[in-house]
Nanobody, 120 residues
Framework: QLQLVESGGGLVQPGGSLRLSCAAS??????IGWFRQAPGKEREGVSC????????NYADSVKGRFTISRDYAANTVYLQMNSLKPEDTADYYC???????????????WGKGTLVTVSS
């Protein structure tokens, strides 16, 4: 059973930065995606990185501001979030599975999430 644990969320002012981490065991052969869900809204895909790390994908709303990466030695996937906006406020989840299209329906394993709040 693959377990995913997110960390790094918190309160940040608009224009600020956060780095989210997704720690896991045995995820070497899974693509990993970041998803988010704001209050009253549907969950949406934010970014995905392939199992080999050579391919990434981003939602249009975060392109140029967010960067996904993975560290195989640390078994961790990161989401560096810069120039944060109030509309980025949401619970952020990482998940393992086929995510290149940023759809969440086919993901096999999920973390419990970490809250990001962007507010002055």
């Amino acid at each position: 059973q693959l377990q995913l644990v997110e960390s790094g969320g918190g309160l940040v002012q608009p224009g600020g930065s956060l780095r989210l981490s997704c720690a896991a065991s045995g995820f070497t052969y899974y693509a990993i995606g970041w998803f988010r869900q704001a209050p009253g809204k549907e969950r949406e895909g934010v970014s995905c990185i392939s199992s080999g790390g050579g391919s990434t994908n981003y939602a249009d709303s975060v392109k140029g501001r967010f960067t996904i990466s993975r560290d195989y030695a640390a078994n961790t996937v990161y989401l560096q979030m810069n120039s944060l906006k109030p509309e980025d406020t949401a619970d952020y989840y990482c998940a393992a599975g086929p995510c290149y299209g940023l759809g969440y329906g086919g993901m096999s394993y999920w973390g419990k999430g970490t809250l990001v709040t962007v507010s002055s």
